[in-house]
């Protein structure tokens, strides 16, 4: 029967093709979900670098409790995977803290039009730093992710320097973290899940005297307090809810960056994107034009392209 051999190829493909579409739709889910309660938290309490740190924190402390109740086995890791992983949480540190503070800044749905030239960032960084090439559709399938990105900057009507920048350095760092991951990850025993969980805890330690460099405790005590009295104790949840979802979408980005490439991985996110700005504008009734949201629709059309382009 020459039938059954195919069919019998074909059904892990497909299965792992939907295994992916799952992961893929939970992280978009639960990326919105953060997105909101991170900027809500961020309008009453401007500390970026505190609510960057607790997001690290907590997620640390979840899986620590998963591996203690023995929900998740515990990873077996040896000093060279710490020391390899070093690279990886620097670059996570940098994308996560200037993409907070980005955000701190400037309208979700700017920080996310401006990540969303993630694979331009890819490309270059490729080119010219690891000396790759690529087929000429390649480079010219950036013209409108750069021309995209760069007609809705100019045209957004609450520009901020910082929060453009922001973005752009996410951008940057998160390219070089995307592409040390997946190499970190290879012929590697340790699963998506625990490599991000050891990511967040070493990003952690990274992060903290940074966060109490530039904010500190006395600034965070103060912000706190007018925070309270302007929300009330629901702040708390806000809080708690960025923090654990921050966790979450990450951990099911991991579990997916285990099963694809780190192109794929750059699509998917940005693909993410659309649905950030979608429900952000609606959620925060943010102020578009329509030559802004036309800058938006190129950038992302052009990703698409940068796809089709690759395969
Ligand atoms: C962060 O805080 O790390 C950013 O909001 C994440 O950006 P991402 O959408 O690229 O994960």
Known sequence: ????????????????????????ATWWALNVVFNIYNKKVLNA?????LTSTLSLACGSLMMLISWATRIAEAPKTDFEFW???????????IGHVAATVSMSKVAVSFTHIIKSGEPAFSVLVSRFLLGESFPVPVYLSLIPIIGGCAL????ELNFNMTGFM?????????????????????????????????????????????AVAVEGPQMWAAGWQTALSQIG???????????????LYNQVSYMSLDEISPLTFS???????????????????TP????????????????????????
Request: charged letters at 10%; aromatic letters at 14%; proline letters at 5%.
């Open 166 to 210: 922001g973005a752009m350095i996410s951008n940057l760092a998160f390219v070089f973290r995307n592409i040390f991951s997946k190499k970190g990850m290879k012929g590697k025993s340790v699963s998506g899940m625990n490599y991000y969980a050891c990511l967040s805890m070493l990003s952690l330690l990274i992060l903290t005297p940074f």
């Open 233 to 247: 104790p629901q702040i708390i949840w806000w809080v708690a809810a960025q923090s654990i979802f921050y966790h």
């Open 1 to 24: 029967n020459i039938e059954l051999p195919s069919n019998t190829e074909t059904r892990p493909e497909a299965a792992k093709k939907v295994k992916i579409g799952i992961y893929f």
């Open 83 to 93: 020391k390899t992983l070093f690279p990886v949480a620097v670059a996570h540190t």
């Open 288 to 311: 578009v034009q329509p030559i802004n949201a036309f800058g938006a629709a190129i950038a992302i059309l052009g990703t698409f392209l940068y796809s089709q382009a690759k395969q």
């Open 45 to 49: 309490f401007p500390y970026p670098w």
């Open 152 to 155: 809705a900057a100019v045209t």
């Open 267 to 285: 699509v998917g996110n940005t693909m993410k994107r659309i649905s950030v700005i979608v429900s952000s504008i609606i959620i925060f009734s």
